[in-house]
């Protein structure tokens, strides 16, 4: 193989996720934003979306990671076309659990249990469910109502759907999803790569297994396996797997275009590599022209308005501002506790606990308002470069 040839310590381009290989591009960075944000929150559905290969999983492998078992029980579920009893039983699996029974009640009272359990122990619970939009519009209203499971006050579950685009078309349109909609707390849609991120990608894998500069890629090259990918990820590493083999089969130290040409065009003959289309994001799509002919493509559509990408976030962030002082109004009526002789010791110590996970809870909260604000700023950044 390859790796031997070039002396690297393993392939860097496989196409199963692998969270020691993430790639922080722009929209992971957004992703984590959004992620931090929901996480900090402890209650309701994170939904992440994105295209087959754009990493969605490789952003879950690295978030499963970075999670601290002390402080967070998380389970993950890779879901096929299951209804409402079946994913409740693969949600009891997933958290370990052995359900005697078979039979839904059980499972459900078993789920139960272990989530009061893991709340008694200080520890929150993730449940993540990758591929949702193999889900029935049942099972995913089962997923709604484990959400209800709580300890006083207090949510027991929070749950991350992933799913390609059509899930995502699903969640924003189907009548019978509305209460599921309204436990949505963050969302996001993992978009492509930008073209001067393919280089950096590279880079970073050949890094990771070792690579001090042989081979070397000639900078025209990159240009290419952005037009040929579309940034995709797994188009990515499909095309530099094919690239790096042919490398070694003709004993190559230098990568150019003319080699990168002739092994797209063996990776288009061998696996139907469609030429990349670029990605317009649903909801901001204006309806399709009609057609004349089959083969005839519609018109390319303009990207959003600046502006209205400004807006969007700036009402954002007025919103986390929002919900942050709100936290800190409610932990300052806390701070006034009533008179010690009218309050049981009991109820004081459950007083502090409340409040100190409270504070907790906030610091959090800030991190991921600074990290989105320092997110925004990047973006405003780059628009003024752009202009300039």
Not at 80 to 87: D, F, K, P, Y
Not at 195 to 201: G, K, L, Q, V
Not at 251 to 269: G, H, I, M, N, Y
Request: net charge negative; glycine share 6%.
């Amino acid at each position: 193989m390859y790796d031997e040839f070039y002396g690297f310590s393993a392939r860097p381009f496989q196409l199963t996720p692998d969270a020691a290989f993430y790639f922080e591009s722009l929209t992971h960075r957004k992703a984590l934003s959004y992620l931090g944000y929901g996480l900090a929150q402890g209650e309701g559905f994170i939904v992440i979306t994105g295209e087959v290969g754009a990493g969605k999983s490789t952003l879950v492998a690295h978030l499963m990671a970075t999670i601290d078992p002390q402080r967070l029980t998380a389970a993950q579920v890779v879901t096929s076309a299951l209804n409402g009893e079946e994913i409740i039983h693969v949600v009891a699996q997933a958290f370990g659990l052995v359900i005697d029974g078979h039979d839904k009640a059980s499972a459900l009272a078993a789920i139960e249990g272990l989530l009061h359990a893991e709340a008694r122990g200080g520890r929150r619970c993730l449940l993540v469910v990758d591929e949702a939009q193999n889900l029935s519009i049942e099972a995913i209203e089962e997923l709604r109502m484990l959400s209800n499971f709580q300890l006083g006050a207090q949510p027991l579950l929070q749950t991350l759907l992933l799913g390609q685009p059509e899930f995502r078309d699903l969640l924003q349109s189907s009548p019978e999803l509305e209460q599921l909609r309204q436990r949505v707390i963050a969302t996001h849609h993992l978009d492509a790569m930008e073209a001067d991120e393919i280089r950096p990608y590279i880079e970073h894998r050949l890094k990771l297994v070792g690579w001090e500069g042989r081979p070397q890629i000639a900078a025209d090259v990159y240009p290419a396996l952005y037009e040929a990918s579309g940034g995709v990820p797994r188009r990515v590493n499909q095309i530099a797997n094919r690239l790096f083999l042919m490398g070694s089969v003709e004993q190559r130290d230098l990568f150019d275009a003319d080699l990168f040409a002739r092994v797209l065009a063996e990776v288009r003959t061998d696996t139907g590599l469609a030429p990349a289309r670029e990605v317009v994001h649903p909801q901001f799509s204006p309806p399709a022209p009609p057609m004349a002919h089959p083969a005839v493509a519609p018109e390319p559509i303009d990207a959003v308005p600046f502006e209205e990408m400004k807006a969007a976030f700036a009402e954002r962030d007025a919103l986390i501002s929002e919900l942050q002082q709100a936290v800190i109004e409610l932990a300052n009526s806390v701070e006034q506790p009533a008179p010690a002789a009218a309050v049981p010791s009991a109820e004081l110590t459950a007083l502090a606990q409340r409040l100190g996970a409270m504070e907790q809870r906030l610091v959090q909260q800030e991190a991921s308002v600074k990290h989105a604000l320092a997110m925004l700023i990047e973006w405003l950044e780059a628009d003024q470069k752009a202009a300039a």
